[in-house]
Nanobody, 125 residues
């Protein structure tokens, strides 16, 4: 089993910045992609940013130019730096990771997508 623990959410004024962090733990054999999605009330969960093990990224259109995603492969952690925040960025932000785990017998599982519990980001004056 894998746990993703997010931190860094909160209340920020329009134009401000936040940095989200997410660390994976558990019986991890390897992690492929890691990223962030967000879900506003009454809306579908949508991509914010995603990063592959080699550092290549995919950034969602609504936040293009305002966010940077990075990862620390040694510590199984992904970061999301968000700048020039707008009220429409208000949402619950979820961390996700595509993980292969190692079982008690040493067998490696197929890649499974895991999600964190979410962290609230509110942009308001």
């Amino acid at each position: 089993q894998v746990q993703l623990v997010e931190s860094g959410g909160g209340l920020v004024q329009p134009g401000g910045s936040l940095r989200l962090s997410c660390t994976a733990s558990g019986n991890i054999f390897s992690i492929n992609g890691m990223g962030w999605y967000r879900q506003a009330p009454g809306k579908q969960r949508k991509l914010v940013a995603y990063i592959s093990p080699d550092g290549s990224t995919n950034i969602g259109d609504p936040v293009w130019g305002r966010v940077t995603i990075s990862r620390d492969n040694t510590n199984d952690t992904v970061y999301l730096q968000m700048n020039t925040l707008k009220p429409e960025d208000t949402a619950v932000y979820y961390c996700t990771a595509a993980v292969m785990t190692r079982g008690p017998g040493g067998n490696v599982s197929p890649t499974t997508t895991y999600w964190g519990q979410g962290t609230q980001v509110t942009v308001s004056s």
